[in-house]
């Protein structure tokens, strides 16, 4: 079986957290300050602050630029829960928006009509590695005096316009989660042009203190391990390359790949495919995947349930583009040690069901 998904761990990886086991200093140190200055160069040289996972990222930056009861955060409704949980554990209120079909990504139009006198920040996601389209929706939060905030959780390296992901808003949240682009083990970066903001992260995942015994409010512990760092460190040093393969892979598929919707590139965008993910429109999409394991290719659904409908919000909305790619949206592998065989399989199986289902 080819699986759906597959983390790029090696000697390197273990050498590093071998050298860490060594050295006695487990917890936030070193390590984590080196990869925070190195991320940083990824990020148009943005202060970086790490934490013990993405949605720790989403959830200390929203704490630290003042969103909290009251106040209203835009978000696309096709996404990870955490997108919106991130809003939530702030107290204040997710305000789901439709998605751009062709992209996944937050439509603007979408946005502009949900803005209320209560709206303090917009969340757009750069969901699968397709930055979302970053110039109109900067353009909106400026118009309206808004927040903006990055959920780059999947898109390490893309970019749009020449920008990366992560340097657009006052702050932009990265996963590290096994398997993603690439991998700390767990963990997640806040990215900031600004040194209050990442101040206040820095404070909030320590308990409240910068300095030792002198808290400065109620905090978190939401540290990064140098462990943690130590993979990530490694992983840093291979994410052009396994983004170039990524990206290699997908053309391959996209070229010989039919009898579904292949996912598309917006001409000023960079796409790093954190998933490659298809439309299955004639076809039942549970089904389809299921003839695809017969044959012996993995695949995943992301996601299945928008999050306005999932049992912790409940929200009755009208947002048909979501529902459609509820209902469609079928990833296939595309991870950078897929040998040309597995490539061929995966298109093999996926011509043969699509043309059975025809």
Known sequence: M?????????????????????????????????????FSAFVNN??????????????????????????????????????????????????????????????PAAIEAAITPRTKAIMPVHLYGHPANMPAISAIAEKHGLLLVEDAAQA?????????VGAWGIAASFSFYPTKNMTSGEG??????SEEVARAIRVLRNQGMEKRYENEVV????????????????QLTKLRGWTAQRQANAA????????????????????????????????DRDAFAAELAERGVGSGVYYPTPIHRLPSFGIELDLPQTELAAQQVLSLPIYPSLTQDELSTIVEAVNSVAKAGS
């Open 2 to 38: 080819i699986s759906a998904a597959k983390p790029e761990v090696g000697d390197e990886e273990r050498a590093a957290v071998d050298r860490v086991m060594r050295s006695g200093m487990l917890a936030q140190g070193p390590e984590v300050a080196a990869f925070e200055s190195e």
């Open 46 to 107: 943005f202060k970086s602050v790490a934490l013990n996972s993405g949605t720790s990222a989403l959830h200390m930056s929203l704490l630290a630029i003042g969103i909290g009861p009251g106040d209203e955060v835009i978000v696309p409704s096709f996404s990870f829960a955490a997108t919106a949980n991130a809003v939530g554990l702030t107290g204040a209120t997710p305000v789901f928006v439709d998605i751009e079909l062709d992209y996944f990504a937050t439509d």
């Open 156 to 164: 390490h390296a893309a970019a749009i316009d020449g920008v990366p």
């Open 188 to 193: 997640g970066m806040v990215t900031t042009p």
């Open 219 to 234: 905090g978190f512990n939401t540290r990064m391990t140098d462990i943690h760092a130590a993979i990530g460190r490694v």
């Open 252 to 283: 391959f598929l996209s070229e010989n790949i039919s009898g579904v919707i292949t996912p598309p590139t917006a001409p000023n965008a960079e796409h790093v495919f954190h998933q490659y993910t298809v439309r299955v429109v004639d076809q």
